[in-house]
């Protein structure tokens, strides 16, 4: 199928569409529970930078109530870091992971929360994987975002053990949607693929591992290409170099956390998400510069944006 057939029927996600794709909004009298409660599990006791850079973007996102969950050996920094929130410390695993005893743990949250995103800064694939698989009983129905190493879940067909083959990882689906966040090079190593092909047609590869996985997949590059396994699709063209940076996407992740925490679905919490961190980066590039600003500086500047994308 030829490029410009591909594009027909891809939405472009600029301004006009998401004023014509309001977020919900709590209503007046409303309090941090109406406001969306949520779960972010990630972190390592090299990298407990990520899922602080990822909650802090759900809270701007609008979220009204946080918990972490983190690697017990960096919880109480993380807890000092991020005074909104209630940190869980989780037992590790020998490589950065964490155990399973972690998804008993969380699961006494199961709908208690509006989000779930798994995945900044955790190590051990393998470990990860099966946490996810652990989890994904016991949060049905509850927003799930997968990010980093928590997208290795594709592939693993709920066995105690990671595939080898990229045959076998085609097999696999969710049974209710999730949403991924891969870069070309992350869509490569989940699917065998060539990276390069991947990267020539976002909107081809991003349609079929949405079909494959029964999945969103928002696939990030200079144009962003989110789609939904009921064949909706659409693409996003913005930002900046800036934004190639170390944490860029742990807090892209933590905003669409945030946003569906909210209760956006998951395509538009994408969607909104993509743009929001984008257009931040355009902000941040008039007071520093295009090259030089920082992963931590992005998320100050949703609040602001969201205000002025506001229908009206």
């Known amino acids: 199928m ?17 004023r014509d794709w309001p977020l919900p909004q709590p209503s007046f009298d409303g309090d941090k529970e109406v406001r969306g409660h949520v779960l972010i599990v990630g972190g390592a006791r090299e990298m ?20 972490i969950a983190t690697a017990a050996s960096v919880a109480p920094l993380v807890a000092m870091a991020i005074p ?9 695993t020998a490589n950065g992971g964490f155990t399973l005893e972690a ?15 798994v995945g900044p800064g955790m190590q051990d694939e393998g470990a990860t994987a099966e946490l996810v698989h652990a989890l994904l009983p016991r949060f049905a129905g509850t927003a799930l975002i997968l990010d980093a190493a928590a997208m290795g879940a594709v592939r693993m067909a709920g066995e105690p053990h990671l595939l080898e083959e990229p045959k076998d990882m085609a097999h696999f689906r969710f049974a209710e949607p999730v949403l991924l966040t891969p870069h070309a090079g992350e869509l490569s190593h989940l699917t065998g693929e060539d990276k390069e092909a991947l990267a020539a047609d976002p909107l081809a590869a991003a349609t079929e591992a949405a079909r494959r996985w029964n999945a969103v997949v928002a696939l990030k590059g200079a144009t ?27 807090a892209l992740a933590g905003i669409i956390a945030g946003l569906a925490a ?5 395509a538009q919490a994408a969607a909104w998400g993509v743009a929001l961190h984008a257009s931040a980066g355009e902000q941040l590039s008039i007071k520093y510069g295009v090259l030089g600003y920082l992963a931590r500086e992005i998320s100050a500047e949703v609040p602001g944006l969201l205000r002025t994308l506001a229908p009206g």
Do not use: F, Y
């Open 262 to 266: 909210r209760g956006a679905t998951l």
């Open 103 to 117: 998804a008993r743990k969380l699961g006494e949250l199961a709908g208690k929360i509006g989000a779930m995103l």
């Open 224 to 250: 962003t290409v989110i789609a939904a396994p009921d064949g909706q699709r659409w693409r996003h063209e913005g930002g900046n170099i800036g934004l190639a940076i170390s944490g860029s996407g742990d």
């Open 48 to 67: 407990p930078g990520a899922v602080m850079l990822a909650a802090t973007a759900a809270l701007r996102a609008g979220a009204g109530k946080l918990t």
């Open 84 to 92: 909104e929130a209630r940190v869980i410390g989780l037992a590790e």
């Open 2 to 18: 030829s490029n410009a057939t591909e594009a027909a029927g891809t939405t472009d996600i600029t301004a006009r569409t998401l």
